[in-house]
């Protein structure tokens, strides 16, 4: 096996948009540590903050969303997609991926290349993400497609066309921290895959609908789900430890523990249990986010009890599923959330691409055979 299968460790990329460091459990996003940008911005903040380089100035923001609510309304294409995929009954993430390919119906500037096109594509996709998400939902529920609401941002527009009523402020805030925690998180293989696809100088929304293709699949989009569900089958702190360790005992995965990249506490479990804690004090039943707590503990201790040394430590699934749960949101949903989170992340990388651009082509190890000689009998 090749030393670099799976390119871990291989520089293939330079960039200005986020930096992690699994060692010392560090996440930093365009120079500010994930710890005081996530709890503070909004995700149209943390949107501008990645195209931009710089947090944007109140004129700025107010641009920005404004811009965002002149494109909220979906293409009549868009919406005949959706409505198939939902009498097709397909996953939220299959329906995302195949309605962002759809908008190039409504690129104003289908034949230029310039930094002004693609920054009008950029706010179409960005705009219309969480109203495909959520109008999606409608429809597996058997409900009809609402029409968004101009005055609501991001966090809030897709919360209202998920619930259909205005949603609590403590939802949207608990939304935008999660949004701005995931937005990026360096070159991850969707992230990645958006920069191969830009680099070949196709189209953004090939490369957005080619990340989403690459953040469904389990190995990297995760499964947050699962973390929830272990947590409600423990049901009473009393039972955690009995729990978790016949689950270790017969060789069970305990999900939301261990990660690739963070050897230490992943910082954006932190930041999302602060965000959960919040939310279930203002807005919830506190005695989850306790019991939450209690598995974590729990599971924490037996990890180093069973597999010492492995640093198994919360990852972000963990607490993502408590704060997507405390917001009303199925599980089925958590992973095109997660999309609609880091599709600013994947086209600020777009962008960084294009600006100094050269063809992505690692090359391969060849370890097939050699010396082989044709006839006509090997043929037959």
Known sequence: MSSVSGLENV??????????????????????????????????????????????????????????RQHLDLPEITRYVLKEAARAKLPPMDALRMAISTLAVVDLQPQSDSLEANRNRAILIVAKAPVIVGNYWRLRQGQEMLAPNPELGQAGQFLYLVHGKEPDPEFVRALDTYWSTVIDHGLNASTFTARVITSTLSDIFSAITGAIGALKG??????????????????TPEQAEPHLRQKLVDGARLMGFGHRIYKVRDPRADVLAAAAERLFERAG????????????????????????????????????????????????????????????????????????????????????????????????
């Open 218 to 235: 389990p190995l990297h989009g995760g499964a947050p789900g699962p973390a929830l569900d272990m947590v409600f089958e423990i049901g």
């Open 285 to 380: 039943d506190r005695s989850l986010y306790d019991l939450a707590r209690s598995v974590e503990q729990t599971a924490l201790k037996l990890l180093e009890e069973f597999k010492p040394g492995r640093h198994l430590e919360t990852n972000v699934e963990f607490y993502t599923a408590l704060v997507l749960h405390g917001i009303g949101l199925k599980p089925d949903l958590f992973s095109a959330v997660f999309a609609v989170g880091r599709m600013g992340g994947w086209i600020a990388h777009v962008f960084e691409q294009l600006e100094h651009n050269r063809l992505i082509r690692p090359q391969s190890e060849y370890v097939g055979p050699t010396g082989r000689t044709w006839s006509n009998s090997s043929a037959v």
């Open 11 to 68: 520089i293939a990329a330079q960039t200005k948009l986020s930096h992690v460091d699994g060692q010392a459990g560090e996440l930093i996003i365009a120079g500010y540590p994930l710890e005081e940008l996530a709890p503070n911005a909004t995700y149209e903040q943390s949107l501008y903050l990645l195209w931009n380089g710089v947090l944007p100035n109140p004129q700025q923001l107010n641009e920005l969303k404004e811009n965002l």
